[in-house]
């Protein structure tokens, strides 16, 4: 197809009669194109801080998805564990259970440290170990249906036996016309009777054993979820802290930071101070002991603005630090709750798990966990299969971007290349034009006292240029280091107002809360009138 060429309108500087106007419209084209690209930079700016909310939103989701999938995954194993501990059987390697208590303790941190050869591999162990525990399950189940059926054989052929020999007996006596005494029949029946009251004893403790066993299964199931909730919101509460620990941080480094430009400013203030007064000296001479130093009212302004500032950063960095004092002794409160959570958890009596409402549910719910935990296999294959699409996607996205930047760094080449061009031609053509210049000179000779002073104006202007060019790189620099002052004022600005609104936010629900409660009171007052 055909390509499409983008076409620029040319550049017009208008008329120029100096060297100075021609400066300043360079500059002030310069300056145009420089706002230009400080306006595109902050909207992609804008777009990637929408992009990061996003994805961390969408990463805090999978993260509570995955802890889900790791909580009942692991609750699963421990009760195949059980279930083979109570059929005496062996429960897994010695590695796959370290390997299982290494995978429950952190599982996200363990994600985020793994690569994807590792993770692929850690599941499919991890797989392979519930695949085992369930592969064992089912050998146990058949081993205990053959037993049973060997003993319904043998309990079968002995009746079989009896009730042959029942009619034999009974068919010998009228031939050989003798009544024999039946001794053997009163031990045989009373041997029975003891094995039948033995078994139904056995069977009695057994099944008082088997639910004793079930009691304290779920018992246990009940305890272990509430400790792995316990050590989640503990893990959580130590990454908050974390993150406000590094706020705090960032807090102080920042205010060092405003108090050594404080010294800096005031210092300053001081030698300009000190200037003033050697300047006022030198040229009006007796005046300076009688007039003091006064400031003039821009100065007075910029120090009045200084002031205000100081005292507001002190202002704010003292919340600062009764917010981080108050988050802190919060956190000390959130880990004594859990200590004493802990406690009662380790020193918690039966009696009081048998009369809870959530025993009494779990109860009428244990028949349901098993088709939970068969519809959580099926979630946690489609997880997998969509964690595998969501990786592919996200490779083929980082491919567009690689492919996206390669092509943009070819368009750079291309460009700076045609620039280079452009820059050999205009060289060249200056060459030509000093080179006509001389021959011109040369043809010039007779007018030299106005081709000197020509040449001394060329030179001063020379110089005046070069200055000139001085203080554009200078002024460049100074604009650039004010850019990068502004964009931290802005950071700063922008997490004060997000602190303001987060105060605010609380006062007003403070508020509510007090009108709610005099409503209450309201009510109250009217109900007893």
């Not at 704010?316 to 880990?335: F, G, H, I, P, S």
């Amino acid at each position: 197809g055909t390509t499409k060429k983008i076409v620029f309108e040319p550049l017009q500087l208008g008329p120029i009669t100096n060297l100075e106007e021609l400066d300043l419209k360079t500059l002030q084209f310069q300056n145009r194109k420089l706002g230009q690209r400080l306006s595109l930079k902050n909207k992609v700016e804008e777009e990637l801080r929408g992009r990061i909310d996003q994805l961390e939103k969408r990463q805090t989701q999978d993260d509570a998805v995955i802890n889900v999938i790791n909580r009942y995954w692991n609750q699963l194993n421990e009760d195949i564990r059980i279930l083979l501990q109570r059929f005496d059987t062996e429960c897994g390697d010695e590695v796959e259970k370290q390997g299982e208590s290494e995978e429950t303790t952190s599982f996200l941190t363990q994600l985020a440290s793994w690569h994807k050869e590792e993770l692929d591999e850690k599941l499919s162990s991890r797989v392979q170990v519930s695949q085992r525990a369930v592969g064992k399950i089912i050998q146990v189940f058949d081993h205990l249906l053959q037993r049973n059926e060997k003993v319904s054989k043998a309990i079968r052929g002995e009746k079989e036996k009896d009730e042959e020999t029942e009619p034999d007996s009974s068919g010998a006596a009228p031939e050989n016309g003798e009544t024999k005494p039946e001794s053997p029949a009163p031990g045989s029946t009373s041997v029975d009777e003891t094995v039948r009251e033995l078994n139904n004893r056995l069977q009695a403790e057994n099944g008082q054993l088997h639910q004793q066993n079930t009691r304290l299964h779920k018992d246990l199931h009940f305890t272990s979820l509430k400790k792995a909730e316990y050590e989640e919101k503990l893990h959580d509460e130590t990454t908050k802290f974390d993150e406000l620990r590094n706020k705090y941080e960032d807090a102080e480094y920042e205010l060092s930071k405003l108090r050594a430009r404080n010294d800096k400013l005031e210092t300053l203030l001081l030698e300009s101070q000190e200037k003033l007064n050697v300047y006022v000296a030198a040229n009006q001479g007796k005046e300076l002991q009688t007039a003091p130093a006064v400031f003039t009212g821009t100065e007075k302004k910029t120090f009045d603005e200084l002031q205000r500032e100081l005292e507001d950063q002190r202002e704010l960095a003292q919340n600062r630090l009764v917010e981080l004092e108050a988050v802190n002794t919060k956190y000390k409160d959130c880990m004594k709750e859990v200590e004493k959570l802990k406690m009662d958890l380790s020193t918690l009596p039966e009696y009081v798990v048998v009369e809870t409402t959530e025993h009494k549910c779990l109860q009428s719910q244990f028949s349901v966990l098993y088709n939970e935990a068969m519809q959580l296999k099926t979630q946690l294959e489609e997880n997998r299969t969509i964690l595998t699409n969501s990786k592919n996607a996200h490779m083929r996205q980082i491919e567009q971007m690689e492919s996206e930047e390669l092509l943009a760094q070819k368009k750079l080449r291309t460009e700076v290349i045609q620039l280079e061009d452009m820059l050999g031609q205009t060289r060249k053509e200056y060459e030509m034009l000093r080179i006509e210049f001389e021959q011109n000179l040369a043809a010039n000779e007779q007018t030299g006292p106005i081709n000197k002073e020509m040449k001394n104006l060329i030179s001063t202007l020379q110089t005046h240029n070069r200055q000139l060019k001085g203080e554009v790189t200078r002024y460049k620099n100074k604009v650039k280091e004010k850019d990068s002052e502004l964009e931290k004022l802005r950071r700063e600005c922008d997490s004060l107002r997000a602190a303001e609104i987060r105060a605010l936010k609380a006062k007003k629900e403070e508020a509510k809360e007090l009108e709610e409660g005099r409503d209450k009171e309201e009510g109250g007052s009217k109900k007893e009138g």
